[in-house]
Nanobody, 125 residues
């Protein structure tokens, strides 16, 4: 079992930046694909970014050019640097982990095995 704990959310003005972090328990972290998802009020949870164990990254169109996912396998952490934030980025952000041998789309919530509790990001206009 893997436990994920996010931090770094908060209130920021339009155009500002935030860095989210997620710490994972367990010794197999380096083999997981790590992802970030978000869920705004009244909307479904949606994909933001992911990084495979190999370092390959995937981004939602809304995140490209503004957000960067990174990981530190020695510290069992994954981060999401968010720049040029917009009010539409307001959501609860979730860290997720997917085991290496799992198939399916990296963009789908259904293809992730473990989830954090979420951290709130609010971007004021």
């Amino acid at each position: 079992q893997v436990q994920l704990v996010e931090s770094g959310g908060g209130l920021v003005q339009t155009g500002g930046s935030l860095r989210l972090s997620c710490v994972a328990s367990g010794r197999a972290f380096s083999t997981y694909t790590m992802g970030w998802f978000r869920q705004a009020p009244g909307k479904e949870r949606e994909f933001v970014a992911a990084m495979r164990w190999s370092g390959t990254t995937y981004y939602a169109d809304s995140a490209k050019g503004r957000f960067t996912i990174s990981r530190d396998n020695a510290k069992n952490t994954v981060a999401l640097q968010m720049n040029i934030l917009k009010p539409e980025d307001t959501a609860v952000y979730y860290c997720a982990a997917r085991e290496r041998n799992r198939g399916g789309s990296f963009y789908s919530t259904a293809e992730y095995d473990y989830w954090g509790q979420g951290t709130q990001v609010t971007v004021s206009s």
